[in-house]
């Protein structure tokens, strides 16, 4: 049984939870998003697998999860992200969010989200239970899918990407 760290507004642990009934009950959790450019700053984006619990079959950023109870987020991230995508590369946070999203299977994200970003450029071995598909896009490719077709992207990453592209435009933007 998978458990998720529930916590208030300012990232303080109040305790545990099993993780789908966190999510029908819509309580605030702590969780982590990954974000991954390569050389020519475009960002990974992988298309969750079908079989996932919610979001199956939409796009995201190249990662996300929820840290073990007991375990540092950093190495969460980094554990998740050679998890699903198959590869490592040094991370760093660059800043949290708190956002609530309800799904139509009556499950709600409400989570606490602390965001890295990394730099890759090698080979991807998606994990297929995880994953359908992945590829890299310019942000500019991005920011026009997310506006003209917002439906095949995730809450969390429409909620996510326009603090993620600023950070882009002052951190890595040529």
């Known amino acids: 049984m998978e458990q998720v760290i529930l916590v208030n507004e300012y990232d303080v642990e109040l305790g545990l939870m099993e993780k789908i009934e966190a999510h029908e009950k819509a309580l605030l959790h702590r969780a ?8 020519q700053s475009e960002m990974l984006l ?3 697998a079908l079989t996932k619990y919610h979001s199956g079959g939409l796009w995201t950023n190249a990662c996300c999860s929820h840290p073990r109870p007991g ?3 950093l190495q969460a991230a980094n554990r998740r992200l050679q ?4 590869f ?5 946070k660059v800043f949290d969010f708190v956002y609530k999203a309800p799904f139509s299977n009556g499950l709600t994200e409400h989570e606490f989200d602390h965001v890295f970003v990394g730099q890759y450029n090698g080979t991807i071995h998606p994990n297929h239970e995880e994953v359908a598909n992945y590829a890299f896009y310019s942000m500019e490719e991005i920011e026009s899918i997310t506006f003209n077709d917002p439906e095949f992207f995730t809450e969390w990453f429409k909620i996510a990407f ?3 592209k600023k950070w882009w435009q002052q951190n890595l933007a040529r």
């Open 162 to 164: 326009p603090m993620i």
């Open 46 to 48: 992988q298309q969750r």
């Open 71 to 73: 375990e540092i987020i």
């Open 88 to 92: 490592e590369t040094p991370l760093t």
């Open 32 to 39: 982590f998003s990954v974000f991954v450019f390569n050389d």
């Open 83 to 86: 998890e699903e995508m198959g």
